[in-house]
């Protein structure tokens, strides 16, 4: 909140007025800063509504902090702290509150399809540098999500072997991507 030297120079002493006890200062200081705000808020929101909320947020924040205001501190300086927090929370529950009508649920349960291409092309070729059973048992638990017991089952292999083949092809592919030698 960019502020003119006068806007301080008007809000401050209302501020100071209004901690003494001065009742018409004190609505005098929230009717300034009201529209202060207001503009405030306008500039950074689309949504006028949520301008006036905030407002009235930032209004009750003011008046329920009062307090804590440092009389050798600028005015101004304080606002705008509380309204800024009040900005900040007001964008998080906008995030938290981000909802899809039930109409659109297909597009929440469909399958991720915006996999790279070139992705699912370079882990083929780094496989492919491995002999057949390694890179087909990393591709099965590693990637297609199967268990070392299903794996085990579908290839006849122990479960203990199906681990090793595993540990020694990913072990192979780090060394080769590496620069390591490669000790299969």
Aim: charged share 30%; no cysteine; glycine share 6%.
């Amino acid at each position: 909140m960019t502020t003119a030297p006068d806007t301080e120079a008007r809000l401050k002493p209302l501020m100071l007025a209004a901690l003494a006890g001065d009742k018409a200062a004190y609505r005098a200081l929230l009717g300034d800063l009201g529209a202060h705000l207001k503009r405030y808020f306008a500039r950074r929101l689309s949504n006028p509504a949520a301008a006036d909320d905030l407002v009235q947020d930032t209004l009750l924040a003011i008046h329920t902090r009062r307090d804590t205001y440092d009389p050798a501190q600028p005015f101004t300086a304080w606002v705008h702290a509380i309204a800024r927090y009040k900005l900040i929370d007001h964008f998080r529950r906008l995030k938290l509150r981000t909802t899809l009508p039930l109409e659109d649920d297909a597009a929440l349960f469909a399958p991720d399809e915006t996999g790279n291409a070139t992705d699912r092309h370079d882990v083929e070729a780094a496989l492919g540098t491995l002999p057949d059973r390694p890179a087909d048992l990393i591709r099965q638990v590693k990637l297609e999500g199967a268990s070392i017991a299903e794996a085990a089952q579908r290839t006849g292999m122990s479960e203990s072997a199906v681990k090793v083949a595993i540990h020694r092809g990913l072990k192979a592919l780090t060394a080769r991507f590496s620069g390591g030698a490669d000790d299969r």
